[in-house]
């Protein structure tokens, strides 16, 4: 079957570990680009960071960021929007604040803020793009409107107990899910990587039985669920292979798996 749009994650997926873009990953998106395939970023991560992966590949697509609770079109017009309900987010941090195993991170419209739990948080290793973060200043929290709030940690099990603490209180409001082993992320209700594709989709006129995806964490999930095919990263979460155990495993993100098996799908030349 021929596709039309092919809906990426970065993280663990089409970027390579050190969060950089490989040529042949460059060279295999514009080459399908060329022929009239819609290449579209689905991320967790930041507007501000997904366009200077956008830039780096060099074209113009549609950006699903922070899980789709922001939209943009290839003109970086928003086109869809929603934020996390206030009230949960506070319920959160009074939790959370106080734990210096937790580090809680947050992103507005247009900022990054993080908690100052604890000062040797690891988040100066995280390759943002040159996206900067702000302390948070919890006075001002209820001033604030936020599309996506993450918490990461070494502690597994506590974060697996805060899952369990925010499905038990909010499952009717929030959507929640590991994006990794070591963080878990919440957005709205009505909003996913597969809702967000979904919207894409109409917005295109193309059918999502021509769409083929990529992921490799549970925020992936309804995106590779609904795409007429998704392909899981063989570095992907355990809890992604065995909810999914059907699909197709492809090459890691250490081989540029997503571009090789696009030159094998597309019959391209590397």
Known sequence: MYYHIISSDLDGTLLAPNSSLTDLTINVVQSLVKKGVYFIIATGRHYFEAIKVRNNLGILTFLITSNGARIYDPYDQLVYSSNVNKYVILDLIKLCSLDKDILIQLYSHDSWYISNNYSNNGVNLYNSFGFKYTLLDLKNLIFLDFNKVFFTSSNLNKLHFLQKYILDNFKSKVNVNFSCSNCLEVVSNEVSKGNALQLVSN???????KCLSFGDGMNDKDMLEISGKGCIMKNGQHFLKESLSDFEVIGSNFEDGVA???????????
């Open 260 to 270: 090789n098996y696009l030159i094998k799908i597309f019959n391209l030349l590397e």
């Open 203 to 209: 917005l295109l006129g193309i059918s999502l039985k």
